[in-house]
């Protein structure tokens, strides 16, 4: 164990001043990997070499450095030559250079009270932290490091992008930024220890450094290509960018709009890149104001959808507003592909959102955070990556065609979905009004049974208010979540609780009453458990099933 240095004076980190953990980033590297402070092995320079058994690491000595633990194991095994990266050249760090001390002078791998980790991630990046300059990227691991190097956050809506150059942290790089064609990249990625706990991101955090080299070389992300305005190219121009869709194989189609009105405010066009067709966009509004160029853009649309399939990123959504503004219905076109469809078949089990499948799949620049601040490049990365993602579906569908059945057959349902959500639902109102004043009635009676347990208007909904009685006033035992590792009170952590007091069995849980809530805490149940379960579930019937069937 290490010494730490004087330079470690005055931090609120300092300890018993040992166990110092400095970078490791050797000369000429171009990657460095920045995690967020040391673990035990680290800290002792035990580095794992290999394992007897689960739990059972064999280690070697060395001197303490970042990233030789289990974390570090993993690492070096397999995501590094994924990345087709040799361990011993890149450059390891992490944000703090020392681990958490608590009162009787144990260390711990928790992070510190964020007042503390501020300062001490201050003190420790003035004091260490060089960047090199042959370093040409960084892969932030996790959101501590994700966050020191400038990243917007919640890292999940980031992992598998780059630092956009509107991002950067004066932190870590000084008080201003070098140009950001001077700068090294930044790759987001989760950190490798979460994936004990949070398995479904193994694979796309292997997709994550089958990137490194491709962003080394600059060939990803790729740039984008140059925008046509509809509304004020010339007709030629206009002609000419459809004539080239009606050769392509499949044409791109992305909305902008009201989601509360479903009036348009842009639409956008794109076609398969080997095309060298720069995207084009038409807003609707100025539009308006330009006599017959509408009716050009539309006429040309109308033409173009019928000859050349069209994909979209969730068709249903796009489809009221076409069918709105621009006249066009399920019947007008030759055919339509959805990219969430797609993955909802070929990757059921993994969350279907833009972001997340662009983060796997995408090869453009992460655009989603621009939001209401630049429409036209906002639309302009949706559409690219729509693209992406589905080039990316066909390679897939290739290699499963059982799956391309199942994918088609889904498909002619969407007409039918799609009518279904216009017209809505008929509704039996004499059996609705009553259900919703009987659930109404289990909420409050839940909500009087907390209240008169407590002695004040504790929120039932507020996993905040519940967690500080459960956890803090009564003592009980603290329960965390099994993937972030936070603590909850969520339905799984209710149960186990309300089972140290009274057994209970689940299935009877959806015929919770007033009456058999007071029942069951007569015979021992806890009250505050027992009126929460009650109160949960009318809650949700309510929200969920029976106030969405009526307009007031």
């Not at 980033?25 to 995690?35: D, R």
């Not at 076409?322 to 089990?349: G, P």
């Not at 209970?504 to 015929?511: C, G, L, S, V, Y």
Request: glycine letters at 8%.
């Amino acid at each position: 164990m290490l010494p730490k240095p004087k330079a470690c004076e005055g931090c609120q980190m300092y300890g018993d001043g040992q166990g110092w953990v400095p970078d490791r980033i050797p000369e000429g590297t171009a990657v460095l990997v920045i995690a967020q402070n040391p673990g035990e092995n680290e800290e002792n320079g035990r580095r794992i070499v290999s394992y007897d058994g689960p739990g059972q690491p064999v280690t070697e000595p060395c001197e303490p450095q970042p990233l030789i633990g289990p974390t570090g194991y993993q690492l070096d095994r397999t995501f590094l030559p994924l990345a087709g990266l040799d361990p011993s050249e890149i450059g390891r760090a992490n944000v703090l250079r020392c681990r958490l001390q608590d009162e009787k002078g144990e260390r711990s791998n928790s992070l510190p009270p964020r007042e503390v980790y501020q300062q001490a991630e201050q003190h420790c990046t003035k004091a260490y932290f060089r960047l090199p300059e042959s370093v040409k990227l960084i892969v932030a691991q996790g959101a501590p490091a994700w966050r020191f190097v400038g990243g917007p956050q919640p890292l999940d809506l980031w992992r598998g992008h780059t630092l956009p150059p509107e991002y950067g942290s004066a932190l870590a790089f000084g008080a201003t930024w070098a140009p950001f064609a001077d700068r090294p990249k930044v790759l987001a990625t989760v950190h490798i220890a979460d994936l004990r706990h949070r398995p479904k991101l193994d694979l796309p955090t292997r997709r994550d450094f089958l990137k490194v080299q491709s962003i080394l070389d600059g060939s990803w992300p790729k740039p984008f290509p140059p925008r046509l305005d509809a509304n004020t190219c010339s007709y030629e121009q206009l002609a000419d960018w459809f004539n080239e869709a009606a050769k392509a194989p499949y044409m791109v189609i992305d909305t902008e709009y009201d989601p509360d009105t479903k009036a348009l405010g842009l639409i956008g066009l794109s076609i398969p890149g080997d095309y060298h067709a720069p995207v084009i966009q038409y807003h609707w509004f100025v539009g308006s104001t330009q006599g017959g160029r509408r009716t050009d853009f539309l006429y040309w649309l109308r033409e173009t959808v019928r000859a050349v399939p069209s994909v979209f990123q969730n068709v249903l959504a796009d489809m009221p507003v076409l069918r709105r503004n621009c006249n066009l219905d399920w019947s007008d076109f030759c055919r339509i592909e959805d990219t969430m469809q797609a993955h909802a078949i070929l990757w059921c089990e993994m969350p279907h959102s833009f972001e997340f499948m662009a983060s796997m799949d995408g090869r453009y620049p992460k655009v989603k955070h621009l939001y209401g601040v630049d429409t036209d490049l906002y639309n302009e990365g949706d559409l690219l990556d729509t693209g992406s993602l589905w080039e990316a579906r066909l390679a897939e569908f290739s290699r499963d065609p059982a799956s391309r059945r199942v994918y088609d057959t889904q498909m002619r349902l969407l007409p039918h979905l799609d009518r279904s959500m216009e017209v809505g639902i008929a509704v039996d109102g004499d059996k609705v009004l009553p259900a919703i004043l009987k659930y109404q009635e289990r909420v409050e009676a839940g909500e009087a049974m907390a209240h008169a347990y407590c002695g004040w208007p504790i929120n039932l909904r507020s996993d905040e208010q519940l967690k500080v009685w459960l956890y803090e006033v009564e003592g009980m035992p603290v329960h965390k979540h099994p993937e972030t590792k936070e603590v909850t009170t969520n339905a799984d952590a209710i149960a186990a609780l309300r089972g140290r007091y009274l057994p209970f069995d689940p299935r009877e849980e959806e015929n919770a009453t007033a009456a058999r809530t007071e029942a069951r805490i007569e015979q021992g149940g806890h009250p505050l458990l027992e009126a929460q379960v009650l109160h949960a579930h009318a809650d949700h019937v309510l929200g969920h099933y029976l106030l969405p069937l009526v307009k007031e």
